[in-house]
Structures are given as structure tokens and as C-alpha cells.
């Protein structure tokens, strides 16, 4: 087998900015089986459960460090009325769900289900709201339900129906995917969608809200651009705080039939992601009002990962955008955390769509199995970054595209991800670190010959971490990745 050298220099003084906790953030919409048998299983299910939730995902995902979760969509949430889920639930209305196969939605997981949910995660709460179907009112009725701590009629509703003490939810989505079903509006037509919401959305407790701005599809520049200047152009004084871009990475094959040329097609985009991040921050940074405030209003990537072929089969035994995932998902988590690393200046949250069941998903379930995908072991190994300062790496040769580095650090220790997309050839990557020598170096490496091998409900372990070495060499060291590898590093740097 072909082995490559490669050399990274790592500038532990060039500072990029904090890795947030909230850059590793998920989603979970009514879709398919991602909340119905996912997540939610009901409090008289016999799989074992924690008020109706799945104990054996709430176990995996607690493992993850879940900041930040999304909810309950995607294109449900333009369509979805939050009362609709609140009070005894066998009250609740029976609803059509039309986005997604029109398959009856009972309500029976609502508001206080997801914090719920939220609270056993220890994730904050990223609501997104109806604009495209809903009102102004409904919007802030939500908002003040969630978030007034008592003495109005809508807290004292809450306090009814179980919580006494307020949600207080932070994250606001002001509708998603405006462009398309959350109201197929122009770039103007949103702006002014947006004013009119965001007038009516307002502080309760004394916690003001963080309202995310819809933005563009992929690298859409002209919505952006539009958007700001109507927004500019209006003199509304409550800016967004946050601007919300998608960014899908499209597969030409269903889920365990890539090829190698089509593997490498869709592992690339993530080499155009991370121009579109950075384009975008450009574009807000030029187009979006000021009124004289200092903030700078923040990018987020609230729905991004792989998206396959789906399978008719998998959709009929699973439920809509059931997808599983493979080794190649696996090196596209990790490639698109090492982008969001990088630009951690740019980026406030990113999203993985979805947290069980549809599309990326890093747990798949059926019936009273729950398992682990390859996903969910790059997320874990990722952990060891967030909080920490992103940093400059040098690469050579510096023009490859199938090997991806990002490197952070706090205080005495050190962070590496590095990931090797080839599938026939390995690599030696010589790590220098010009101001620090290190020590206590810990590695893991997640890897499968085989780019369609996946974990499945018979064999759930293929594909695993494993215990890894890395050769100590003066000021660095030496890491072996060989093909279709994901190789993380943890060591104190004296």
C-alpha cells in the first residue's frame, strides 16, 4: 500500500476563536421516525423509557454533550401550532402532517415533552417558529408561555400543565427555509415577514430573545444580500442576532452503495462548505444594518450533513428520510466539524440533521433496539475541542484534499482531528509544535476498510473506536492514518 508524508506546523499563538459548545448542535423534526419511535416511545411503552423518552438514547446522546438541540423542524415547523401540544394529551388534537407523507400527528410529544428532553440532555432549547402558516401572536404567545415566569394567563397556563418555573428558552428561530416550504418567499417578502414577527417578540424575565434570521440554501448569495438590504432599507432597529444558512451535502448513491468516484464527489463538499461559510460571513458582515450597534450578527449552519439516496425499502420498514450510515458518513461528520473548527470566528451554532433516525443521524432505532452509527463515534471523538481556542495549522504539501486537520488547545493541553478520505492510500503525518513539547498523548482512531460498512441492528459494533499510538518526535510527533481513518489526539503541551 501507498504511504503519504505529510507535515503539519501547528501556531499555537495564531488564535482563531472558541470552538462554542453550540457548534456541535442537532435537530430533531416530526419526520419520519426521527421524534414517533425515535426519541419519543410513550410513558406506557415496554421499552424502557424516561417519561415517555427513550432511555436508551437519552443515555447515548448524555455521552455526546448535546448543547444545543433544534426542534420541531425543518418544513414541520411552518405548519406546526404550538398549542396544538400542550395540556392532558389525550386532548390534543390529531393533526395531518403534510410535509412529511401526511401520516397522522397526534401531538402527544409537544412543548414540555422537548424541554423535557432538553433538561435529561443538558441541551438549551432552540425553538423554531411558525411563520409561514402562524401569526405574530401565536409567535409570542409561544415565547411568553415559555418564558414569563408567572402572573400572566399564559404562565400560569404552563404552570397547569406541569411547569411552574419558566423554560426559559433562548434560541428563536424566526421561521426556516422561508424560500422554499416555510412560504416559497423572495428575499424582500422575508425581510418583511421578519420585521413584522420580530416586533412582536420581546423580553420576558429579563431574558432577551436570540431570533435567528432565515437564510440561504447552500451558498445562495443573492438571498442574503437582498435580505440585508430590504432589512436596511425598512430601518428596523431590532436586528437579528443570528442568520441561518443550510448546507446539505448531496449523495448520487443510496446509503451502502457509494462508489469511489461517488464517495469522493460528496466528501468534497465539504471543501465548498466551508467556502460558503466563509462567503457568507463576508456578505452579512457587508450588507446587514447597523444602527449604530457594535454587535456583530452571528452565522449559523443550523441544518447541515449528508444526504443520500434514500432508499424506497428503508423508508418503508423506517419512515420518511431514514438513512443509514456508513464509514463514508463518518468521515463527512468529522471533515465538516474539522471546517466548523476552522472557522470558529465565523460561527456561532451548527446543526446535525437529525439526531435519530432521518438522514445523519448519529443513533438508529427499531422497535427496542437503539444503536450507535458511525456518525455518532466522530461526533464523540470530537468532543475534546469544544470550548476550546481553534488554531492555525500550516499543511504540506498544502494543495491535498483528501486529508483534513483541525487543531485547538486550553491551557496546557492540546487538540487534534485528522482525517484521511483516501481509501488506498495511508498517510504519516509529522505534527510539529514549535512552541511546546508534548506529553500524556492520548489518540483514538475510528476505521473501516470498507466505505459502505456500517453498524446495523444485527451487527452493532463494526465499526468502533479504537486505541491508537502516536510516535513522540522532539517537538511533535508521528500519526499513522491509514485509508478511510479518523484519527483524534489529546495531549498536555508543556
Same mark, same amino acid.
Given at each position: 500500500?501507498i ?11 495564531d ?7 453550540e ?19 410513550g ?9 415517555g423518552?427513550?432511555k436508551?438514547a ?7 454533550g448535546i448543547s444545543?438541540? !433544534?426542534?420541531?423542524?425543518g418544513c ?5 401550532h404550538?398549542? &396544538? ?11 395531518v402532517?403534510i410535509?412529511w407523507?401526511?401520516c397522522?400527528?397526534d401531538?402527544?410529544f409537544?412543548?414540555h415533552e422537548f ?6 440532555l443538558?441541551a438549551?432549547?432552540?425553538l ?8 405574530p401572536?401565536?409567535f409570542? &404567545?409561544w415565547?411568553?408561555y ?6 400572566s394567563?399564559?404562565?400560569d397556563?404552563?404552570?397547569?400543565n406541569?411547569?411552574?418555573?419558566p ?9 426556516n427555509?422561508?424560500?422554499?416550504c416555510?412560504g416559497?418567499?423572495?428575499?424582500e ?6 420585521v413584522r414577527?420580530a ?6 424575565e429579563g ?9 440561504p ?6 438571498w442574503?444580500?437582498r435580505?440585508f438590504t430590504a ?6 432597529p431590532l436586528?437579528?442576532?443570528g442568520?441561518a444558512?443550510h ?9 451502502t452503495s457509494?462508489?469511489i ?7 468534497a ?7 460558503a461559510i466563509?462567503?457568507q ?7 446587514a444594518p447597523?444602527?449604530g450597534?457594535d454587535h456583530?450578527?452571528?452565522?449559523l449552519v ?5 444526504w443520500?439516496i ?15 450510515n ?5 468521515l ?13 470566528s465565523s460561527l456561532s451554532?451548527?446543526n ?8 445523519q443521524?448519529?443513533l ?5 433496539d437503539?444503536?450507535r452509527t458511525p ?7 470530537? !468532543?475534546i475541542h469544544?470550548g ?10 498544502? &494543495? ?9 488547545r ?10 484521511n478520505?483516501?481509501h ?8 510539529v509544535?514549535?512552541h511546546?513539547?508534548?506529553s ?14 456500517c ?10 473506536p479504537?486505541k491508537?499510538?502516536?510516535?513522540i518526535d522532539?517537538?511533535g510527533c508521528?500519526?499513522h492514518?491509514?485509508?478511510l481513518?479518523i484519527?483524534?489526539l489529546?495531549? !498536555?503541551?508543556?
Amino acid at each position: 500500500m501507498i504511504t503519504e508524508s505529510h507535515t503539519i506546523i501547528v501556531h499555537l499563538r495564531d488564535e482563531i476563536g472558541i470552538i462554542k459548545p453550540e457548534l456541535h448542535g442537532h435537530f430533531l423534526e416530526h419526520l419520519g421516525s426521527a421524534t414517533y419511535g425515535g426519541i419519543w416511545v410513550g410513558k406506557n411503552s415496554l421499552i424502557p423509557n424516561i417519561n415517555g423518552i427513550r432511555k436508551q438514547a437519552v443515555e447515548y446522546l448524555q455521552e455526546l454533550g448535546i448543547s444545543v438541540l !433544534r426542534w420541531p423542524g425543518g418544513c414541520f415547523a411552518d405548519d406546526y401550532h404550538w398549542r &396544538d401540544g400542550i395540556g392532558p394529551p389525550t386532548e390534543r388534537p390529531k393533526r395531518v402532517n403534510i410535509w412529511w407523507g401526511n401520516c397522522i400527528e397526534d401531538n402527544s410529544f409537544g412543548t414540555h415533552e422537548f424541554m423535557e428532553l432538553c433538561r435529561l440532555l443538558n441541551a438549551h432549547p432552540y425553538l423554531a417558529g411558525n411563520v409561514g402558516s402562524g401569526t405574530p401572536q401565536e409567535f409570542r &404567545d409561544w415565547m411568553e408561555y415559555c418564558n414569563q415566569g408567572s402572573g400572566s394567563t399564559l404562565s400560569d397556563q404552563r404552570s397547569t400543565n406541569g411547569a411552574s418555573e419558566p423554560f426559559r428558552v433562548k434560541y428563536w428561530g424566526v421561521g426556516n427555509e422561508s424560500w422554499a416550504c416555510g412560504g416559497h418567499m423572495t428575499p424582500e417578502e422575508y425581510a418583511a415577514s421578519y420585521v413584522r414577527f420580530a416586533t412582536y417578540l420581546h423580553t420576558f424575565e429579563g431574558l432577551e430573545p436570540y431570533l435567528i434570521a432565515v437564510g440561504p440554501e447552500s451558498n445562495t448569495h443573492a438571498w442574503t444580500t437582498r435580505f440585508f438590504t430590504a432589512l436596511r432599507e425598512r430601518q428596523f432597529p431590532l436586528r437579528p442576532s443570528g442568520f441561518a444558512m443550510h448546507y446539505y451535502s448531496w449523495g448520487k448513491s443510496t446509503s451502502t452503495s457509494y462508489t469511489i468516484e461517488t464517495m469522493r464527489e460528496q466528501l468534497a463538499t465539504f471543501t465548498s462548505m466551508e467556502k460558503a461559510i466563509q462567503e457568507q460571513r463576508a456578505l452579512i458582515d457587508r450588507y446587514a444594518p447597523d444602527h449604530g450597534s457594535d454587535h456583530r450578527i452571528d452565522l449559523l449552519v443550523d441544518e447541515w450533513g449528508t444526504w443520500n439516496i434514500i432508499d424506497p425499502k428503508d423508508e418503508q420498514s423506517h419512515g420518511r428520510l431514514w438513512q443509514q450510515n456508513t464509514m463514508k458518513d463518518a468521515l463527512g461528520a468529522a471533515l465538516g466539524l474539522n471546517v466548523f473548527h476552522r472557522n470558529a470566528s465565523s460561527l456561532s451554532m451548527c446543526n446535525l440533521a437529525q439526531i435519530v433516525n432521518v438522514l445523519q443521524a448519529p443513533l438508529l432505532t427499531h422497535e427496542r433496539d437503539c444503536i450507535r452509527t458511525p456518525t455518532y463515534y466522530a461526533l464523540k471523538m470530537s !468532543r475534546i475541542h469544544k470550548g476550546n481556542m481553534s488554531v492555525q495549522v500550516e499543511h504540506h504539501p498544502d &494543495d491535498v484534499t483528501d486529508f483534513s486537520v483541525s487543531v485547538s488547545r486550553r491551557q496546557e493541553t492540546v487538540a487534534l482531528t485528522l482525517v484521511n478520505t483516501k481509501h488506498d492510500v495511508a498517510m504519516n503525518v509529522q505534527c510539529v509544535f514549535p512552541h511546546g513539547v508534548l506529553s500524556d498523548v492520548v489518540t483514538e482512531i475510528l476505521h473501516n476498510q470498507n466505505f459502505n460498512a456500517c453498524n446495523t441492528f444485527e451487527e452493532p459494533h463494526v465499526i468502533t473506536p479504537q486505541k491508537h499510538s502516536a510516535d513522540i518526535d522532539g517537538a511533535g510527533c508521528v500519526v499513522h492514518l491509514p485509508p478511510l481513518s479518523i484519527v483524534t489526539l489529546h495531549a !498536555r503541551i508543556l
